[in-house]
């Protein structure tokens, strides 16, 4: 009997994750590749997904039924189906979905639940999952959103060490940040900060964090104000749920999964206002969530 088999994509800003899974969602293998976020290099994003869809089916001797992709930047870029056509095209012209990469973080975090997830890495969004009907609020990229993810944790703490060297006031935030862009003053740091790409800025978010968990006021108060602003993103989109509610809410990305502090601060912000919500953190591959997707819209796809 032919082994039958699915595929799902993780594609972020920083790598790129696909996962095979036979129909009962049992793992079947694994490949890696360069970033697929494509709003930020659009042609190698495509490149490192097809890449890593075609390592799985040379080695996996099958019939793939589906291949499910979720790609960062997405949601900023548009045209879903004209990029899913694109990766058909490349990958055996198998039927594809693509999809933001929170989407499918939902399908996997919620396990087909309704609920929402958040998720806090390089960016951030939520989305919201109720009888089939999505929900996202924020999600619009560094410029104009991602609350809570790495990269507004940097740029915020960033902004205050600049304020208080302007100032000549004392900040534990300068001293560190000297030392991640590896520099006497910030005004060499700066220069170096618009050559860095948005995974390596997002990176120092990590050290910001230390520094509030070893004390520092200052450091605390840029978690506690990310926190809050993601918290604000959650409590909106539950507000936009039909009664009855579901209260649950997976939380995933590195930035929720390894920064207890702003969790706690997270979690308070929601409860002040809807106590039943049960949050869980969500640590599987979201390259799972192609197990769980329960759309019909998959087809085959050729290049033009």
């Given at each position: 009997m032919?082994?039958?088999y699915?595929i799902?994509?993780?594609?972020?800003?920083?790598?790129t994750t696909a996962i095979?899974?036979d129909l009962?969602?049992?793992e079947l293998?694994?490949?890696?590749?360069?970033?697929g976020q494509v709003n930020?290099d659009?042609?190698s994003?495509?490149?490192n997904?097809?890449?890593a869809?075609?390592?799985?089916?040379?080695?996996?001797?099958?019939?793939?039924?589906r291949?499910?992709?979720?790609?960062a930047?997405?949601s900023?870029?548009?045209n879903?189906?004209?990029?899913?056509g694109e990766?058909?095209?490349?990958s055996?012209?198998?039927?594809?979905?693509?999809i933001?990469?929170s989407?499918l973080?939902?399908?996997?975090?919620l396990?087909?639940?309704d609920?929402g997830?958040v998720i806090?890495?390089?960016g951030s969004?939520?989305?919201g999952l109720q009888?089939g009907s999505?929900i996202t609020?924020?999600?619009?990229?560094?410029i104009?959103?991602d609350e809570?993810?790495g990269?507004?944790?940097?740029?915020?703490a960033?902004?205050?060490?600049l304020?208080?060297w302007d100032k000549?006031q004392k900040?534990q935030?300068?001293?560190?940040?000297?030392q991640l862009?590896?520099?006497?003053?910030?005004?060499?740091?700066t220069?170096?900060?618009?050559?860095?790409?948005?995974p390596?800025i997002?990176?120092?978010?990590?050290?910001v964090?230390?520094l509030a968990?070893?004390?520092?006021?200052n450091?605390?108060?840029?978690?506690?104000?990310?926190?809050?602003?993601?918290?604000r993103?959650?409590?909106i989109g539950?507000d936009?749920?039909?009664e009855p509610k579901?209260?649950?809410?997976?939380?995933t990305g590195?930035?929720?999964?390894n920064n207890?502090?702003?969790?706690?601060?997270?979690?308070?912000?929601?409860?002040?206002k809807?106590p039943?919500?049960q949050f869980?953190?969500?640590n599987?591959?979201?390259?799972?969530g192609?197990?769980f997707d329960?759309?019909?819209?998959y087809?085959?796809?050729?290049?033009?």
């Amino acid at each position: 009997m032919t082994l039958k088999y699915q595929i799902g994509v993780d594609a972020g800003g920083t790598h790129t994750t696909a996962i095979a899974y036979d129909l009962t969602g049992k793992e079947l293998a694994r490949s890696e590749a360069g970033p697929g976020q494509v709003n930020t290099d659009y042609n190698s994003a495509i490149n490192n997904i097809t890449t890593a869809i075609n390592q799985l089916i040379n080695q996996i001797i099958g019939d793939c039924q589906r291949i499910l992709c979720g790609i960062a930047g997405l949601s900023v870029i548009g045209n879903a189906s004209e990029i899913a056509g694109e990766i058909s095209a490349k990958s055996n012209n198998l039927p594809t979905r693509a999809i933001t990469d929170s989407l499918l973080a939902l399908y996997n975090g919620l396990e087909g639940e309704d609920g929402g997830l958040v998720i806090a890495g390089t960016g951030s969004v939520f989305n919201g999952l109720q009888k089939g009907s999505i929900i996202t609020t924020g999600g619009y990229g560094s410029i104009l959103g991602d609350e809570g993810s790495g990269y507004a944790i940097t740029i915020s703490a960033f902004k205050s060490a600049l304020l208080s060297w302007d100032k000549r006031q004392k900040n534990q935030l300068i001293p560190l940040f000297n030392q991640l862009f590896k520099v006497d003053n910030l005004v060499d740091a700066t220069a170096k900060f618009y050559k860095m790409s948005n995974p390596q800025i997002a990176s120092m978010a990590v050290s910001v964090a230390k520094l509030a968990d070893n004390g520092d006021k200052n450091a605390t108060s840029i978690i506690k104000k990310q926190a809050e602003l993601l918290a604000r993103d959650i409590i909106i989109g539950i507000d936009r749920y039909e009664e009855p509610k579901p209260m649950k809410v997976a939380l995933t990305g590195s930035v929720l999964a390894n920064n207890q502090m702003l969790r706690n601060f997270l979690e308070e912000k929601v409860w002040a206002k809807y106590p039943d919500v049960q949050f869980s953190i969500s640590n599987g591959e979201n390259a799972r969530g192609v197990v769980f997707d329960k759309s019909k819209d998959y087809r085959y796809f050729t290049s033009h």
